[in-house]
């Protein structure tokens, strides 16, 4: 079965940076969208990142710049990498998966990680 596994969350101090992977098993993920979205304390579940089949990457406007979405295929990986880290960036990061392409839309995705907590100190 399809299962997405996050790693790489933590403790981080603002202005400093961190990666997040997703790993993937049970399917060839080229052929889909990846999304990561990340849910506050407190907040609905939001869009950050998505990158389609075709490599190309997708940035919610409030993290343009600072979070770059990438892949290595002979992984089957994902990750997220954050810099510039603030305090409100403090969330559960989700990775998700879903045929197709890309959504900023929870509902549009079909397997979801556990979840990785990042937390940013000021």
């Known amino acids: 079965q399809v299962q997405l596994v996050e790693s790489g969350g933590g403790l981080v101090q603002a202005g400093g940076s961190l990666r997040l992977s997703c790993a993937a098993s049970g399917l060839t993920f080229s052929n889909y969208a990846m999304g990561w979205f990340r849910q506050g304390p407190g907040k609905e579940r939001e869009f950050a990142a998505a990158i389609n089949w075709n490599g190309n990457t997708y940035y919610a406007d409030s993290v343009k710049g600072r979070f770059t979405m990438s892949r290595d295929l002979s992984r089957n990986t994902v990750y997220l990498q954050i810099d510039s880290l603030k305090p409100e960036d403090t969330a559960v990061y989700y990775c998700?998966?879903?045929?197709?392409?890309?959504?900023?839309?929870?509902?549009?995705?079909?397997?979801w990680g556990q979840g990785a907590q990042v937390t940013v100190s000021s």
């Open positions: 998700a998966l879903k045929p197709g392409v890309w959504s900023t839309k929870v509902r549009r995705y079909d397997y």
